[in-house]
């Protein structure tokens, strides 16, 4: 099993910044690619960002240019840094890792909720 804890959700001005992590711990070796869902009010769970433990990258087109990924592997952490934030923006950010040993098989984290409001 992996266990995925989120940190670093708030409530932040329209332009704003935040920063989450996501640490991984457990079965390490079960996971490569990890990546951030979000989901608004109403709304169904949609892909933000993800990234593969050598560092290839893919965005949502509705964060591009604003969202950055990044992941620091010795310590099993994934980060999301979030600039010139939009109301829009406004959702729970879920952590995911799937399991690359047992297909259709995803951890996910608690989630943690972002706020964009002026």
């Known amino acids: 099993q992996v266990q995925l804890v989120e940190s670093g959700g708030g409530s932040v001005q329209p332009g704003g910044s935040l920063r989450l992590s996501c640490a991984a711990s457990?079965?390490?070796?079960?996971?490569?690619?990890m990546g951030w869902y979000r989901q608004a009010p109403g709304k169904q769970r949609e892909l933000v960002a993800t990234i593969s433990t050598v560092g290839g990258s893919n965005y949502a087109d509705s964060v591009k240019g604003r969202f950055t990924i990044s992941r620091d592997n010795t310590k099993n952490t994934v980060y999301l840094q979030m600039n010139s934030l939009k109301p829009e923006d406004t959702a729970v950010y879920y952590c995911?890792?799937?399991?690359?040993?047992?297909?259709?098989?995803?951890?996910w984290g608690q989630g943690t909720q972002v706020t964009v409001s002026s």
């Open positions: 995911n890792a799937p399991d690359v040993i047992v297909p259709r098989r995803d951890y």
């Open positions: 457990g079965s390490i070796l079960r996971i490569n690619v």
